[in-house]
């Protein structure tokens, strides 16, 4: 069932279409062709005030129909959409890379416990650039000493935090990422 | 108590009460004779708190009715105007119909005995 409505006013034009889209956006939940049946019904009422309208002027029987329908909500922004989806899947791709980043962070500190001589963070004097090694680094210098395990079980607390939080707000189900992504 | 409080509790209360009380009008309107949306809706306005019914909420209930097979549509083509989606109480419709008003009738003999024992 498909039913259309013709309007001559621009201004009428504009209010059918918005209301076309909101329409359509809040049956969104329906499959295929129940959708297009109660959107069919939705047009057919406001068909049938409009011809039943005393007023004069067709934007004004229309806003009179749109109202006593009631205020359906507007769909999301055409951007919404496909930035949704950008995020998730970078989300994905961070997620993955600092859980091993995490990993590895958690592997130092256990092999800091049976190795501490080599285990550390170390620094080379002529550059300012941090290494974090499983072996001594000749000519640098540790700089954590007895502090390497807290420092590092803080460090992957930190970032499991963050990528928990990343991770409700980009991939979860009930996440505004994953709701954005619906059409 | 100010007026607004008392409004804002009515409103909540009102809005809770509507909600079953709305099944079953649809299902009486459905029962006195087959109907579409638009004059559903007609109907309803005529019955106390539903003056100001958001006519578009009427169409996702009688969806649901639909799919609990309490009522069944069709749509008819008209010589003038839109075809209209024609809405029909089934016999499950019309036996919980009758179990609703049942229900009704029993609360509202259970209130009525309330109000006369705190009278008396």
């Known amino acids: 069932m498909h039913l259309t409505v013709e309007f001559t006013t621009l201004e009428a034009r504009r209010l059918w279409t918005d209301f076309l889209k909101r329409l359509d956006w809040s049956n969104r939940h329906l499959a295929g062709p129940e959708r297009e049946e109660a959107n069919a019904e939705a047009i057919a009422h406001i068909a049938e005030h409009l011809a039943a309208s005393d007023l004069e002027n067709e934007t004004d029987r229309l806003r009179e129909a749109l109202n006593r329908f009631g205020v359906l909500p507007a769909p999301p922004p055409g951007w919404r959409k496909p930035l949704a989806i950008g995020l998730h899947y970078l989300a994905i791709m961070v997620i993955g890379a600092s859980g091993l980043v995490i990993l590895t962070l958690l592997h130092m500190t256990v092999m800091e416990v049976f190795n501490p001589t080599s285990v550390g963070l170390y620094m080379y004097p002529e550059d300012r650039v941090l290494t974090l090694s499983y072996e001594t680094q000749t000519g640098a210098r540790e700089l954590l000493g007895a502090w390497f395990i807290p420092t590092l079980l803080s460090v992957s607390a930190l970032a499991g935090a963050g990528l928990y939080g990343l991770w409700r707000v980009a991939l979860s189900p009930d996440g505004p990422v994953s709701r954005w992504m619906k059409p | ?120």
Do not use: C
């Open chain 2, 1 to 120: 108590m100010i007026g607004t409080e008392m409004d804002e509790i009515l409103d909540r209360w009102s809005s809770q009460a509507r909600k079953g009380y709305f099944e079953m009008l649809l299902l009486a309107r459905l029962k006195a004779g087959r109907a579409y949306g638009y004059q559903i809706v007609a109907s309803l306005k005529q019955a106390p708190g539903f003056e100001n019914l958001a006519e578009g909420t009427v169409y996702p209930v009688l969806a649901r009715m639909k799919k609990d097979g309490l009522v069944t549509a069709e749509w008819i083509a008209e010589d003038t105007g839109p075809p209209r989606k024609y809405y029909t109480v089934t016999d499950l419709g019309g036996r919980a119909l009758h179990a609703m008003q049942e229900i009704w009738r029993r609360m509202d003999e259970v209130l009525l005995a309330q109000s006369t024992k705190e009278t008396s």
